[in-house]
């Protein structure tokens, strides 16, 4: 497909937080990338996930991608490192006390 035409993602995961499947969850999406335009790789963990674990499937995928490639046209492994990004890892804390106590 065409890079015009492939639909444009965004992802945001949570990946190396709190649910261990989220790093199978990125494999398969980058097995999927061949046919997506992958804008951003987004860490936004709960727990203590960072861009670091969307680096390291990066890499992994850099083993294979020239045989990811006799099947479609896939990204460079460099051009997806270059659009991961890590969320604030600062807590946010929220007052659920009712108003006015």
């Known amino acids: 497909m065409p890079a015009t035409q492939r639909p444009r993602v965004l992802v ?3 990946i190396g ?4 499947d989220d790093f199978q969850s990125m494999v398969h999406l980058l ?6 335009d992958i804008e951003g790789l987004i860490a936004s963990p ?10 390291r499937v990066i890499d992994r995928y850099a083993v294979d991608v020239d045989r990811l490639r006799r099947h479609g ?3 460079d492994p460099a051009s997806l490192h270059a659009v991961v990004k890590q969320r604030s890892v600062s807590m946010i804390t929220m007052d659920w006390s009712p108003s006015g106590r």
């Open 12 to 14: 945001s995961t949570d």
């Open 46 to 55: 709960y727990g203590e996930g960072r861009a670091t674990d969307i680096h």
């Open 31 to 36: 097995l999927y990338a061949d046919v997506l």
């Open 17 to 20: 937080g709190t649910d261990p």
């Open 73 to 75: 046209d896939f990204p």
